[in-house]
C-alpha cells in the first residue's frame, strides 16, 4: 500500500456499519417495458449512464430493442425530463437483410458543442467489402431525435486498422470526439491475433476519422473508456495482454504509466478527482474483492481501500466526484437482497454512504451515477424495476436525493 491515504480499509458493500445507513431511497424515474414472451422492447431494454443536456434533460441509450433468435438486438436513443417523463428519439432497426446499417447496441451518448448528440454503435454497421461481421459505427442525432447519421463504419480501413467494437466517446478540449476499439487494428502476435487489440482513435464532428494508438498486446490490449485530464493529456486502461493504466497525448504520443500483475487488471475507467488524482478499480478474476486505486499522472501507483462483495459475479461503474468531494459509484450486488447499492467513498477509500436497491426500484446497476444541476444522483440499473402497467420492467432510470449540495 502507499502512504497518501490510511490503511487500506476492508469494506463490504453488503454489511456496512450501521452509522453509514440512510433513510434515503431510490426513486424510479422511468422503468422499461418489455414483452416477457418475445422480449421485444418498444423503448429499448437495459439503459446505459446518462449524462444532463444544459438544456435540463437527461439523454442516454438502451442497448437493446427486441431478441433475434438467442441474440440481443437493436437499441434505442432517448430522452428522459427531471420529472421523470420518458420520450424515445430514434430507434436502431434492421434491414431487410437483418443487419443493422445504422449501428447495434449502442453505448452511453455525448454532447458535441453543436448541441448534437453523439455516440457508438459497439456491433452494426456497413462491413467493407472483404470484412466479416458488424464491427460498429459512430452516430449523431439531433436531441430531438432527427437527422440521425452515420459517421464512421469501424472495420472500413484496410485490414481493420481503425479498430472494431467501440466501448463509448468522450468530448475533447478541441470539440473532437476521442474514443477506442476493443479490437481490431493490430493481428500480430500470440495476443491479437484472433480478434485484434484494439485502437484509440479521434473523430471531428463531421466525420474525419484518425487512430491515435494501435495496441499490440505488449502495450496492453483491449482498451477501456478515456478520460482527458487537466494537463490535456488521454488517460485509460487496457483489460487484456498487459493490463495497465496508460497515458496518450492528443497527437498519439502513447506511455504506460501503470502495469498490473496478473492475473489482477483494471475493470473500470479512470476518473480524475480535484486532488489531481486518477481512480479506478481493479480485480482478480473470480476473486470477490475489488481494489480501488488512484493514480498520479506522473504514474505513482497506490491501492486506497479494498471492496469485499457478497458474489465473483460483481461490476463497479466508474466513479464520479460529487460536490460533497467524495467518490460515488454503483455495485451490481450488495445490498440486504443482494440487487445492488449506490456507495460513496472518500478519496482515502473510507467509506462514506451505501444505499441498497429493492427490486422494485431497479436492481444489477452497472453503469455509475451522475450528479445534475439539482445536486440530486441519476443513474440507471439493467433490470427490475416496475413499468407503467405495474408489470415487472427490464432496467430502470432512477434518482437519489442523498443531502449533497448543489455542484458550483
Partial sequence: MGTRGAVALLLSLFFLPTSYALTTTIAQLFGFPCNSQTLACPDGRSPNSLFQSPDGNFYGTAAVTQNIGRVSRGGAVFKVTGSGQFILLFTLTPDATGNFPRGDVPGHLVEGKNGSLYGVG??????????LGEDGVIFEISKTGSGYQVLHNFCSFANCADGANPTSLILGNDGNFYGTA????????????????????????????????TFAGRDGAVPFNLTQASDGNFYGTTISGSTNVYRLTPSGGFSILHSFTSPDHPITGMTLASNGLLYGVSNVTGNAVATVFDLSTSGTFQQVAQITEPSTRFVIGKFMQASDGNLWTTSSVGGPSNFGTVFAITSNGEPVQTISFAGTNGLQPAQGVIQASNGNLYGTTTAGGTDSSRKAAFGVIFTLNAGLPTPQ
Fill in 122 to 131: 459497439a456491433f452494426g454497421g456497413t462491413p467493407s467489402p472483404g470484412v
Fill in 182 to 213: 476493443q479490437t481490431g487494428g493490430s493481428f500480430q502476435g500470440a495476443t491479437c491475433q484472433t480478434s485484434g487489440c484494439g485502437t484509440v482513435f479521434r473523430i471531428t464532428p463531421t466525420g474525419v476519422y484518425t487512430v491515435l494508438h
